[in-house]
């Protein structure tokens, strides 16, 4: 059974439907948390844990979205997990209050940094072990390099593995804007890696 479907069958009220759908994105949310999870968090806080809250959050929230679905469900549960993620970095790292809009963009944890890079340079596929991890130490380089906006959609395609109109929602700009930013962040990156 296809998304549209459970959603219909959540807007008239069948309590199984939300929770298979709900259990049917748990593995892609967790996944998302991990790469974004604050790496001065990750030994206090468990992914699952946030996970879990934000499932709650959206299973409460669920009826609504079915009956009226804004955005399509996976960037609306993404968008559950990450205010979670966010709200539990400003109670564990900051006192101050801070503007949302400094925290939209979360730093990837090293392991994420290396995934990124070995998924990026593997699309190049060297021949040797050797090429293959300097590679990924000049991608790693040139990532870091990139604005924030440029290693997000990145980020958002390759790691997260969203698709464009999943990227669009999260975004929260169109379609096509987010294939032309997507486009003009791999031409700046294979010229930063042109560069070193």
């Not at 998304?3 to 709900?22: I, P």
């Not at 967790?30 to 790469?35: E, N, S, T, Y």
């Not at 809009?101 to 596929?125: C, F, H, N, Q, T």
Request: charged content about 30%.
């Amino acid at each position: 059974m296809d998304t549209d479907q459970l959603l219909d069958r959540v807007a008239q009220g069948e309590s199984s439907a939300a929770a298979t759908l709900l259990d049917r994105h748990r593995q892609r949310l967790r996944r998302m948390v991990q790469l974004r999870i604050d790496p001065r968090l990750a030994a206090r806080l468990d992914p699952s844990d946030i996970v879990q809250d934000a499932l709650g959050e959206a299973h409460r929230r669920l009826p609504q979205f079915a009956a009226e679905r804004p955005i399509p469900f996976y960037p609306w549960l993404r968008r559950i997990a990450w205010d979670r993620l966010l709200q539990m970095r400003r109670h564990h790292l900051t006192a101050k209050r801070r503007s949302v809009m400094r925290e939209d963009v979360l730093p990837l944890s090293g392991e994420s940094e290396i995934l990124l890079a070995e998924r990026l340079a593997a699309a190049s596929s060297p021949s040797a072990q050797l090429v293959r991890r300097e590679m990924c130490q000049r991608v790693r380089r040139a990532i870091a390099e990139l604005p924030d906006n440029d290693r997000e959609v990145i980020v958002l395609k390759h790691l997260e593995e969203l698709s464009f109109q999943e990227a669009s929602a999260v975004l929260e700009i169109g379609t096509a804007a987010v294939y032309s930013r997507y486009y003009r962040a791999i031409q700046r990156l294979h010229r930063l890696l042109n560069e070193n």
